[in-house]
């Protein structure tokens, strides 16, 4: 099984809204990563967890707050999101911190207005 | 700055082999290859890596010049399916799997 599953597939949601974004792999990965992906352009890292700790964060505004309850799980939570951040929100995982072989779920496409 | 280049888009006929360059004339000698494709509304595949010699697996061949400048990705049989951006990547091992895509090639099969 080699299934990153991410729910919800679409979210539409309002500048004021709190709401999370879910990713879940049962594949015994140890890492686990958020990446941005606008229309029309490749997509961009956000988040790295590995070993259930945040390892890496590009930078990302504080709006954005990954968590990872354990290590089939990994959450974005979003608040206070602006129109901009409207986009394919990807989620991978690797067997471990330096993996550069990733297996992507397919995605939660979010509008917010 | 880019590390790797690719033509913007390519068309395959269908039943026939797919040849996707990729130009990475500043790689180092410690950075791999690798290369993953995003068919349209999902998420990117791994496809294929490689350091100097030539790789083969069931999806695609990857081909890597003798001075590592430059590689091709080859699809034996191109398929509908395989119509999808085709991003070229090169990383080392500890780069702590920060992936870096560049713009890629928007492949098109045809019947």
Redo the contacts between chains.
Sequence with gaps: DTE?TQTPKHLVMGMTNKKSLKCEQHMGHR?M?WYKQKAKK????MF?Y?YEKL??NESVPSRFSPECPNSSLLNLHLHALQPEDSALY???S?QD???????????TRLSVL | DAKTTQPPSMDCAEGRAANLPCNHSTISGNEYVYWYRQIHSQGPQYIIHGLKNNETNEMASLIITEDRKSSTLILPHATLRDTAVYYCIVMTTDSWGKLQFGAGTQVVVTP
Excluded: R
Excluded at chain 1, 97 to 107: I, L
């Design positions: 990153v890492a990563y490749p997509p961009e890292l790295v590995s390892s890496i990807l989620c991978a690797s911190s330096g993996g550069m072989v990733q297996y992507f779920g397919a995605g």
